[in-house]
Nanobody, 127 residues
Framework: QLQLVESGGGLVQTGDSLRLSCKAS????????MGWFRQAPGKEREFVAGIAQNDRKTRYVDYVEGRFTISRDNTKNTVYLQMNDLKPDDTAVYYC????????????????????WGQGTQVTVSS
């Protein structure tokens, strides 16, 4: 059974950093692209970052590029999201996600093709 478990969220101040982790189980993690999404209060869930199987290909939404870094450790079945220079607009529940199928090793699939979700971890950035 596929399972994604996020951790690392919390309450921080503007300009602080956090690193989110997502531990995966129940599937061949190393063969799947992975992603991070977020959902702010009253808004739809949105794509934040994605990483291909081989971790050399990444993609970010434009307003986090340069501040957030997605990475993965296939030996630990874990994907990370390093978030620097956090802003109040980054406040949201952050979700780890996996697509519904495997893709080529250097592909980050479109956000609409992510099908499996963790329970989320709350990130709150105070001004």
């Amino acid at each position: 059974q596929l399972q994604l478990v996020e951790s690392g969220g919390g309450l921080v101040q503007t300009g602080d950093s956090l690193r989110l982790s997502c531990k995966a189980s129940g599937f061949t993690f190393a063969r799947y692209a992975m992603g991070w999404f977020r959902q702010a209060p009253g808004k739809e869930r949105e794509f934040v970052a994605g990483i291909a199987q081989n971790d050399r290909k990444t993609r970010y939404v434009d307003y986090v590029e340069g501040r957030f870094t997605i990475s993965r450790d296939n030996t630990k079945n874990t994907v990370y999201l390093q978030m620097n220079d956090l802003k109040p607009d980054d406040t949201a529940v952050y979700y780890c996600a996996a697509p519904g199928m495997m893709y080529a090793s250097d592909v980050v699939p479109p956000s609409s093709l992510f099908r499996h979700w963790g329970q989320g971890t709350q990130v709150t950035v105070s001004s």
